[in-house]
């Protein structure tokens, strides 16, 4: 199984806007949820192992963090067209059967994980109340095949450090998984 890494969005960086459907076609942005205390924006998929591997602590998260005016965000942005498991009906399936709670988007242009910078799925991007980018890495160190639990550590750790007005340390982990498969002829520079 080939790996990718995060490309680590430098820290600081305004959170891109967009504008996505989910698989029911309703529309989804940064500005629907004003006033949050944190955005989270997750890049994931159906079929990637290590988004298997990690998918039901996405869905605590979720559960977790909503409850805490934190906004939440998965988007895929993989190409549906040559990876039918990431077509909107197995995304909608997916999101039932893990209990996601949280919008899970489609970018069929690809225009949004170029703006994020995004890698790989898993890819998470955590930006404060003022949308600035405080923390882009792991979830956690369990992957595929390792005998490291699957607790989300990194990113809740993250998460509750901006819930208590603290500093994220800037010492983060690149997370890894499947690179995004790009439309052909679409993947950006860093992907090549």
């Excluded at 490309?7 to 004003?34: E, K, R």
């Excluded at 994220?168 to 520079?189: H, M, T």
């Amino acid at each position: 199984m080939a790996a990718t890494s995060s490309q680590m969005l430098p820290l600081g960086t305004p959170a891109p806007s967009f504008s996505l459907a989910d698989a029911s076609g309703t529309l989804h942005s940064l500005d629907d949820a004003p006033g949050s205390r944190a955005y989270l924006v997750m890049f994931i998929c159906n079929h990637c192992p290590f988004v298997i591997h990690v998918a039901d602590e996405l869905a605590r998260i979720g559960n977790d963090f909503q409850a805490k005016n934190v906004a939440v965000f998965a988007i895929n942005s993989n190409d549906a067209k040559s990876y039918p498991a990431d077509e909107p009906e197995p995304m909608r399936e997916m999101s039932a059967e893990r209990g996601y709670t949280f919008p899970y988007l489609i970018d069929a242009k690809q225009d949004v994980a170029k703006a994020y910078q995004a890698a790989c799925t898993p890819d998470f991007y955590l930006f404060d109340a003022d949308r600035t980018l405080v923390y882009r890495g792991q979830l956690d160190g369990s992957r595929p095949g390792n005998t490291v639990p699957v607790d989300g550590g990194d990113l809740r750790s993250a998460l509750n450090a901006i819930l208590a007005g603290e500093s994220v340390p800037e010492d983060q982990v690149p997370s890894i998984g499947c690179n995004i498969k790009w439309v052909r002829g679409n993947a950006p520079a860093y992907a090549e």
